[in-house]
């Protein structure tokens, strides 16, 4: 299956697992980005124990509120320097991605 644009994502399993991938028309490849998980699996377990899910503090910046958030992931753009992308379950990810490709300077191409 070949991507439809640049930076394209799509979900594949692998050996049962769904993965993320995204296409580099430059190599004509998927490149492999994640395992994909249910955001949504560490608060179900959690309120089936009566316990609240684990948070982590986001510093803050200019595109996202200080605060806790459910995710902080590390995002890596090719130049082996992790920037950190909040989120929390239940949020609007195209917002999310809007902010990140914003306050990164990357171009709303690759919001998706």
């Known amino acids: 299956m070949v991507g439809k644009t640049e930076g394209d994502i799509q979900v594949f399993k692998k050996n049962g697992t769904p ?23 560490g608060n179900q377990a959690a309120g ?9 503090h986001y510093e803050g910046d200019f595109m996202f509120a200080a605060g806790e958030y459910d995710h902080i992931f590390d995002v890596e753009l090719g130049d082996n320097v992790m920037r950190k992308l909040p989120f929390n379950n239940g949020g609007n990810a195209l917002d999310a991605a809007e ?3 914003c ?7 690759n919001v998706d």
């Open 99 to 101: 902010k990140f490709c």
């Open 48 to 56: 089936n124990m009566g316990m609240a899910a684990a948070t982590k």
């Open 19 to 41: 993965c993320a991938y995204m296409w580099k028309s430059a190599e004509m490849k998927w490149e492999y980005v994640g395992e994909v998980v249910d955001p949504n699996a």
């Open 103 to 109: 306050r990164e300077g990357l171009s709303k191409a």
